[in-house]
Structures are given as C-alpha cells and as structure tokens.
C-alpha cells in the first residue's frame, strides 16, 4: 500500500511510539493530583483594594506572580479564589501541566519563576538550544529541551555549589541571586544510569557561569580569577572538568573529552506543548529511526535512503540522534515519507522492532 493509502492517525499508531527508557529518564512525578476547579461560593469577601484595578490589568499583575503566591492568594477569600481561576495562564497549567508544577514544587523551583514564564513554555515547542520539537523542560531556567541536548548540551546541566566556586570563583552569598533546586532522590538515565539517594542543591551551569562572568566583569577576568584560585589545589579529573565546564562549546572534541554528567536527568521532566488549537503535543518517537540505527549498529551498512538523513564520516551518532528525536505528530506524518525504516515497517519488514516498543 501507498503511504497515502493510510490515513495519519493509522500511520502515527503503527510506526511512533513513547519509549520509558527515554520518558523515566528524568524527574517524573507520579502522585501528582490535579486541582479541581470548585464554583465560587457566594460570599462578601473581596480582595480589597485590587477591586479597584481593571479585570485585564489585574489578570496582567497575576500573571507576573509565581505559582506558590497565586495558589496562596486563592486561599485567602472567595473572590481571590475566583480571580485567580479566572486566569487563562493558570487554568491551562493547572490543566496541561500540572505534573510540571508538581516538580517545580518538590525542587523548591517553584518560587522562581512566573505563571506567565511557565505558560511561555507551554505555549512554545522548540528545544531552546537545537530548536527541534522538545518534549522536556529544564527546571531551572523553565526552557524546553530535548533528550539529545539533555545529553549533549552543557548549558543544560546542573552542578553543585562546590562546583561553582571552582569554576567560576562564586561564593555562597552570590549564588542567592540565581535559582537553586533540590534534587529528587530516584535513578536517572540520560546518557549514563545514576541513582541518588539523597537529595542534593543544585545550580543551572548556564546561570552560574553568566553570574560569574558578572561578577568578575569579564570572561577573562573570570578565567584568570578561578585559574590562580585553584592553583594546586586541583587534582587532573577536577581540572578537565572545570576547563570543561567553563570553556565554549567548540572546544569539545569528541564525546570521550566530555565529563560524565553526574546529575543527568534530574533537572528535567516532561512537559506538553499547548497548540493554538487547543491540541496537547506530548511528542512521539519513530520506529523507523529505531529500525534504522539497529540495523547501522549490527551491520555497519548504510542504504544510500538512510544516508540521506544523516551526515559525516561516521553516522552512528546522527542516527541515535534520530532515534532519540521526539516530532509533533504533525510533523510525524512528513517525516514517515523520508524514513527509510518507517516505510519497511509499514510494509511488515521490521516485526522485531515493532514488537519491541512495548518494552522499552
């Protein structure tokens, strides 16, 4: 049959599917209970002086408080409880993304950051740093990511305090003016299997190096402070590592240069992408990409369909990559046409791989 013989609905079912490998990767919260929404109850209590704004200004004033404050403020009158219902901010939040919230809450990340901040991100669906639909938000700076940045991406981890004071000369009193979090003990795998059992404070590296870089009034200035600090004091992992964490991006080498991330995982969870239609994006991953990278890995292979969709000398990188790749199911149904893997699926030519997705 003709990929146009099928409609997408039957094409998404047959060839996506939601790997656990992938999506209990990160911080995944489970007894999470979603808010109900309960009728006012008539009453003659009011909130005051607010009374006196306009309905928009005052939805615009909400929407810059964090999620703690309005949950705070609905409790305090039945008129505050309406008001803060009333919000579109809050209602989809509290509709879509209210594991999110719960998260945030647990990491004690929820006092950082706005309704409206949070709602930006619900609202948006590419990975802040690749651009590509993300199916993942990274906590502490309420962005969206994917798993290959999660992975790759050192503006994506998190470090301890004792970290940033090696690396970029911090001390404890500066580190107030940026979001801290507290760890979720629990296994996480993006990249390596760590467990923790203990709950541990950590920082955004992106923030602390921009905090850094501040403080010192230079990159420079930074280097040379951090480089005379820890003069000798330093053993070899601890120096590659801090030259590592400082350094830009273009330095990496290979991923045998790169330190292993000791908190991977556990400053992310999943997050939906609220379409203009009202239409909840999870994202879903191809078995076709799967087909293909396993196919590349036991043979080492590559059909001339399949080189197509990826680049460089060795393409068992590009095709993880592709095979970790979470698409809206809008752009699902485009890519299908240009997946090699996915058409032989279609076709009955990969039954392993499809028996395998209820697995993994």
């Known amino acids: 049959m003709d990929l146009d013989d099928y409609t997408s609905d039957i094409l998404i ?7 656990r490998y992938i999506l209990n990767s990160i911080v995944t919260i489970r007894d999470a209970i979603q808010p109900t929404f309960v009728p006012r109850i008539p009453g003659s209590s009011n909130i005051s002086l607010l009374n006196t704004l306009p309905p928009e200004l005052l939805h615009i004033v909400f929407e810059l408080l964090d999620f703690r404050s309005l949950s ?3 409790r305090v009158c039945h008129q505050g409880k309406a008001t803060v219902e009333s919000l579109p ?3 989809d939040l509290i509709k879509h993304a209210f594991t999110a919230l719960a998260a945030f809450g647990r990491t004690e990340l929820i006092t950082f950051h706005s309704a409206a901040s949070i709602h930006t991100a619900l609202l948006s669906e590419k990975c802040v740093a690749c651009e590509q639909f993300a199916p993942f938000l990274f906590l502490p700076t309420s962005e969206r990511c994917c798993y ?3 992975h790759r991406d050192r503006s994506l ?6 970290m ?4 970029f000369g911090l001390t404890p009193k500066d580190l107030r003016r940026i979001p801290s979090m507290l760890s979720i003990p629990g296994t996480y795998s993006v990249g390596h299997t760590i467990t923790y059992r203990r709950r541990t404070r950590l920082f955004s ?18 280097e040379l402070f951090v480089t005379s600090q820890n003069a000798g004091k330093l053993t070899t992992n601890e120096m590659h590592d801090v030259r590592w964490l400082t350094g830009h991006p273009s330095t990496i080498g290979s991923d045998a240069n790169v330190p292993v991330d000791r908190f991977c995982g556990m400053a992310s969870t999943g997050f939906p992408a609220l379409q203009p239609n009202d239409v909840l994006e999870k994202g879903v991953w191809c078995l076709g990409c799967r087909a293909n990278f396993l196919n590349y890995h036991g043979t080492r292979i590559l059909d001339a369909e399949t080189r197509l969709l990826v680049s460089g000398a060795d393409p068992l990188l590009p095709l993880l990559d592709l095979e970790h790749r979470a698409r809206s199911k809008s752009t699902f149904v485009e890519h299908i046409r ?3 893997g996915a058409k032989d699926l279609l076709r009955g030519l990969e039954p392993s791989v499809q028996a395998s997705k209820d697995f993994l």
Request: with cysteine; hydrophobic share 35%; aromatic share 6%.
């Open 13 to 19: 079912e047959r060839v996506s599917w939601r790997p």
């Open 72 to 74: 705070r403020f609905a």
């Open 89 to 91: 901010v809050y209602r």
């Open 148 to 150: 290959e940045c999660l």
């Open 157 to 162: 981890r998190v470090i301890t305090s004792g």
């Open 164 to 167: 940033v004071r090696k690396c």
């Open 205 to 222: 590296l992106k923030q602390s190096k921009a905090l850094g870089v501040t403080h010192h009034g230079s990159a420079e200035a930074m």
């Open 338 to 340: 240009v997946c090699k």
